[in-house]
């Protein structure tokens, strides 16, 4: 067992509340993760009816609306990855997209 405490969360270190001894071990295994998810760097080339100009739009399309609602930066990079994660996957239309 990993018993890592960061120091972001050094003051909580001894709250068993905050387990912070598995700090270390949850930012690991996030970024493992994260690494393991990422969308491939060609992955639209595989869509046969969108490109990525179409793409594009729908990105900046998707900033308008996180600056206009005042949403977190967090948000809108987890919009995008979910959308490129998404497309990877799946084939769509332009209607659809």
């Not at 690991?28 to 793409?55: A, G, S």
């Not at 990105?59 to 919009?79: A, C, G, N, P, R």
Request: aromatic share 10%; hydrophobic share 40%.
């Amino acid at each position: 067992m990993d018993k890592e405490v960061l120091h972001c969360d050094a003051p909580h270190a001894s709250d068993p509340q905050w387990v912070a001894e598995y700090t270390g071990s949850i930012l690991r295994h996030f970024l493992e993760t994260e690494i393991q998810n990422q969308p491939k760097v060609k992955y639209m080339d595989h869509q046969r009816h969108i490109n990525e100009r179409m793409r594009s739009i729908l990105i900046d399309w998707i900033i308008e609306v996180h600056f206009q609602f005042k949403l977190k930066v967090e948000s809108l990079f987890l919009t995008v990855n979910l959308i490129d994660r998404y497309l990877e996957k799946i084939s769509v239309t332009k209607e659809t997209l």
